[in-house]
């Protein structure tokens, strides 16, 4: 573009700390799965990871300056730090507390078929990454500093921002959307969304939804989970040795569920009538878990997608997910067929109630 004659205003950056960022999810991956590192020296090279954030409202800024400030800038956060200082510093925002052994008989090439193997990334882009990441990049021209307002953070708030940001998007999110959008296969393991592990499916049922989701809304409780009754009771019993609540806190005794109400052991954190309903797990759990259902209606049918999401915290977390495997099979996919077999039960109860000429019927008389 600058070969072209016309004014191109560069940025040059080092780390960017961003959910989808190829350096900050090394870095996420690594730390979440390895809680002991055997690293090659380039750990200690020095960068000056720059927030998303900021990154971001230097380009906005861009678009406001006059051409003729328009040049090569160099961007950085205020931090100077090494990889392996930003490991640790993830692994504060996450509660672990990564043991990084530098070695020197890891080539880049050996380095990156390892990336390759513990981490989201290609061995290419790895060994790219470890190959930039060889040479110091900090910022030395602090132009930018002085044609642009923006007052860069440190690596700390950058992690903390970069986590709340997925946090207010988990919030938000529709699995409904973002599997179908996700262009992801589901996995023997759930697919990945940030941090989170997700096991989603779905059924369609005869139904409609207000129906399906009336029995979504009764589970718990004396009516139970609608499937393998006894291994919730089996894990509620290991939770409450563990000194956690199990399952024994029952539900409300109303139909109907609103915003922090218990359920056994999860907690009513999102409710929208005959839409979603999303439960938190307050079991004594390595991270955090969520159990949400969704149901769409098309008519006299109901599709219903029923999601189990896990936050998983260090190596612990993720063993205890794919320890957990075949169990919810068998769980979550009998829970969800309870659900449709519920609401055709519902279903036809209410067709009983109706004369032939769709009229309800007189109310019975002695």
């Known amino acids: 573009m600058r070969q072209s004659g016309l004014p191109v205003c560069e940025f040059r950056a080092s780390a960017v700390i961003g959910s989808g960022s190829a350096s900050f999810e090394l870095i996420r991956a690594l730390v979440e799965r390895l809680p002991i590192m055997l690293t090659p020296r380039w750990v200690k090279g020095k960068a000056q990871p720059i927030a998303i954030d900021d990154l971001l409202d230097y380009l906005m800024e861009a678009l406001r300056i006059p051409t003729s400030k328009y040049r090569i800038y160099e961007v950085g956060g205020a931090d100077q730090v090494s990889y392996a200082d930003m490991m640790r510093a993830y692994g504060r925002q996450r509660g672990l507390t990564p043991r990084i052994i530098s070695v020197p008989v890891l080539t880049p090439w050996l380095s990156a078929l390892w990336l390759g193997l513990v981490t989201p990334l290609y061995a290419r882009i790895g060994r790219a990454i470890i190959e930039s990441i060889v040479h110091v990049t900090v910022v030395r021209d602090n132009a930018a500093l002085t044609t642009f307002s923006i007052r860069p953070m440190g690596v700390d708030e950058a992690i903390h921002r970069a986590l709340a940001h997925e946090e207010t998007h988990f919030g938000a999110t529709r699995w409904s959307d973002a599997l179908s959008s996700s262009g992801k296969l589901q996995s023997w393991g759930g697919v990945r969304f940030g941090t989170r592990l997700v096991d989603s499916r779905t059924l369609t ?161 002695r």
């Open 205 to 365: 049922v005869d139904a409609t939804s207000d129906v399906v989701f009336k029995c979504i809304e009764r589970i718990g409780g004396d009516n139970g989970w609608y499937a393998c009754d006894w291994l919730w009771l089996v894990r509620g019993l290991i939770d409450l040795l563990e000194g956690g609540v199990g399952m024994r806190r029952g539900r409300p005794s109303t139909t109907t569920l609103r915003v922090g109400d218990t359920v056994d052991s999860f907690r009513v954190e999102t409710i929208e009538p005959n839409r979603r309903l999303r439960l938190k797990s307050e079991m004594n759990l390595p991270g955090r878990a969520w159990l949400e259902f969704e149901v769409t209606g098309a008519g006299s049918a109901t599709t219903i997608r029923q999601t189990a999401i896990f936050d998983p915290v260090g190596l612990t977390g993720q063993m205890y997910w794919f320890s957990l495997y075949l169990p919810h099979e068998f769980v979550f996919s009998g829970m969800l067929q309870g659900i449709a077999q519920a609401a055709l039960r519902e279903m036809r109860g209410l067709d009983e109630m109706k004369i032939p000429n769709g009229q309800p019927a007189a109310p019975h008389r």
